[in-house]
């Protein structure tokens, strides 16, 4: 029997331990998409306790403890950060087969050197071992992406943001390369007339324009795109539940706009025109830079209404969404295509039923001009486990290039989730050396070895140039 979480978890075959232990390990992190505070970067915080660096904000484990009937005071409330951190050490035990065992304790040995499993017994130990270190310089916010040989971070930051701590980690010449993307769905959120134009007056104020029109508002966005374009962003990112194609004229949405800018509620027809009319503009626009375009397709957010109004978005109360994407998705591209105004694009679903459709979907739009040009984005948010990983990779192997797929990231806003990168990486290794050993691929380790590199981090490096 295999001891828990040794230096070979995941790798069952000897070839796939020397494909993770030579070839992937040591690889550097490109963490293409994530939603780290870059003012806790520029701070250079240091967390006063390892609740402090694990549980606010995490609705991952907010879930877990909430499905083992602890108290929302507990997650998001005011209990103490001892009395978070035992309820937490307490679910943990709850949480056999789902990702978070794993993650839990990867991170513990990794950043910590705490080998013990945690759980009510350990608790107490492992909070005083973790908040112990936690006060040494070595554990401060740039320190920890040092620590797990992070080469680049990309945060996600909406038009409006000043990115003054992006400017002041520029100025300072901080090592590791913080960059913003472009993240502008609240210009596109029209459902809610009041939040929306409420929206609109922190628009106005960023890029220091009067917006009463639809043109206004484009000449804002460009203003600010242009303004992230000059802090280094080559990156945009966009969070919908589909992608929307619907025809309109330039008419209709001038006067859609001056109709929510007014205070009314759109139909969903004047909605999916709107969203489908701004976002082939962005589209364009990150074309014209030479950015990359990433897409994060099917979460249904914000089911518990009560919750909403209790703790705003964001704090554990989303699903997976059984959204139509294929069609729209087609006619969206073609459009830019037919242009020849297609960005490097990246396509993530939450459905797992879509695996196989954007598997296929890339492959219309890979012209040839770069390797990779239009991705299948790794295993996004509740498919960021094993299960959804090995299908995510199969689905690309059997219907794509594997080869130069551009990889992990880690989508959290915690510091310590880096070992989510060596998660995916002995998953890729094992898939690989398994099917070595079965005689279904070559036993040539360099090649497999180099693939296996350019899947951890050099294929990253070449499609972000970075």
């Known amino acids: 029997m295999k001891k828990f979480l040794d230096e070979n978890f995941l790798l069952n075959t000897a070839t796939a331990q020397r494909l993770y232990h030579t070839y992937a390990k040591e690889m550097p992190i490109i963490d293409y998409h994530c939603h780290l505070p870059p003012a806790q970067i520029a701070a250079d915080t240091r967390f006063e306790n390892i609740t402090q660096a694990w549980l606010y904000g995490d609705h991952y484990k907010w879930r877990a403890m909430r499905t083992n009937g602890v108290h929302e005071s507990y997650c998001t409330g005011s209990k103490s950060d001892w009395e978070k951190f035992e309820k937490w050490a307490a679910t943990v035990p709850y949480t056999l087969r789902n990702p978070l065992y794993h993650w839990t304790h990867l991170e513990l040995q990794r950043y910590f050197n705490v080998n013990e499993i945690l759980n009510p017994s350990s608790a107490e130990k492992i909070f005083n071992?973790?908040?112990?270190?936690?006060?040494?310089?070595?554990?401060?916010?740039?320190?920890?992406?040092?620590?797990m040989n992070v080469a680049v971070v990309c945060t996600t930051d909406d038009p409006a943001d000043t990115l003054e701590y992006h400017q002041q980690l520029k100025k300072e010449g901080f090592e590791i390369p913080i960059l913003p993307a472009f993240r502008?769905?609240?210009?596109?959120?029209?459902?809610?007339?009041?939040?929306?134009?409420?929206?609109?007056?922190?628009?106005?104020?960023?890029?220091?324009?009067?917006?009463?029109?639809?043109?206004?508002?484009?000449?804002?966005?460009?203003?600010?795109?242009?303004?992230?374009?000059?802090?280094?962003?080559?990156?945009?990112?966009?969070?919908?539940?589909?992608?929307?194609?619907?025809?309109?004229?330039?008419?209709?949405?001038?006067?859609?706009?001056?109709?929510?800018?007014?205070?009314?509620?759109?139909?969903?027809?004047?909605?999916?025109?709107?969203?489908?009319?701004?976002?082939?503009?962005?589209?364009?626009?990150?074309?014209?830079?030479?950015?990359?375009?990433?897409?994060?397709?099917?979460?249904?957010?914000?089911?518990?209404?009560?919750?909403?109004?209790?703790?705003?978005?964001?704090?554990?109360?989303?699903?997976?969404?059984?959204?139509?994407?294929?069609?729209?998705?087609?006619?969206?591209?073609?459009?830019?295509?037919?242009?020849?105004?297609?960005?490097?694009?990246?396509?993530?679903?939450?459905?797992?039923?879509?695996?196989?459709?954007?598997?296929?979907?890339?492959?219309n739009f890979n012209d040839g001009s770069i390797a990779g040009k239009v991705q299948f984005g790794s295993a996004w948010w509740f498919l960021d486990q094993k299960d959804g990983m090995v299908k995510q990779l199969n689905a690309l192997s059997n219907m794509g290039l594997l080869s130069r797929f551009v990889g992990m990231l880690t989508d959290s806003r915690s510091f310590i989730s880096f070992p989510r990168h060596e998660y995916f990486r002995r998953i890729v290794c094992e898939l690989f050396g398994q099917e070595i050993e079965q005689g279904e691929l070559p036993n040539d380790i360099e090649w497999v070895g180099k693939v296996v590199q350019d899947i951890c981090y050099n294929n990253a490096k070449q499609y972000f140039n970075w």
Request: glycine share 6%; aromatic share 10%; with cysteine.
């Open 129 to 147: 071992t973790c908040n112990e270190q936690l006060q040494s310089p070595a554990y401060s916010t740039r320190n920890l992406l040092k620590k």
């Open 184 to 363: 502008p769905d609240q210009s596109m959120n029209v459902e809610d007339p009041v939040k929306y134009n409420q929206y609109i007056q922190k628009l106005e104020q960023a890029a220091n324009l009067s917006i009463s029109t639809y043109q206004h508002l484009l000449d804002a966005l460009k203003n600010r795109h242009e303004f992230f374009a000059s802090m280094g962003c080559t990156v945009s990112d966009h969070g919908i539940e589909e992608i929307y194609a619907d025809d309109f004229t330039d008419a209709e949405i001038a006067a859609i706009f001056l109709k929510i800018r007014g205070g009314n509620t759109l139909s969903l027809a004047e909605t999916r025109q709107f969203k489908s009319a701004l976002l082939l503009q962005l589209a364009e626009w990150d074309w014209e830079k030479g950015w990359v375009q990433q897409y994060h397709l099917g979460a249904l957010r914000n089911n518990n209404s009560r919750m909403m109004r209790l703790l705003g978005p964001d704090t554990g109360w989303d699903s997976i969404g059984d959204f139509s994407q294929a069609r729209a998705l087609a006619k969206f591209l073609d459009r830019l295509d037919s242009q020849d105004k297609l960005a490097k694009t990246i396509l993530y679903n939450l459905n797992p039923g879509d695996n196989e459709l954007l598997a296929t979907m890339i492959g």
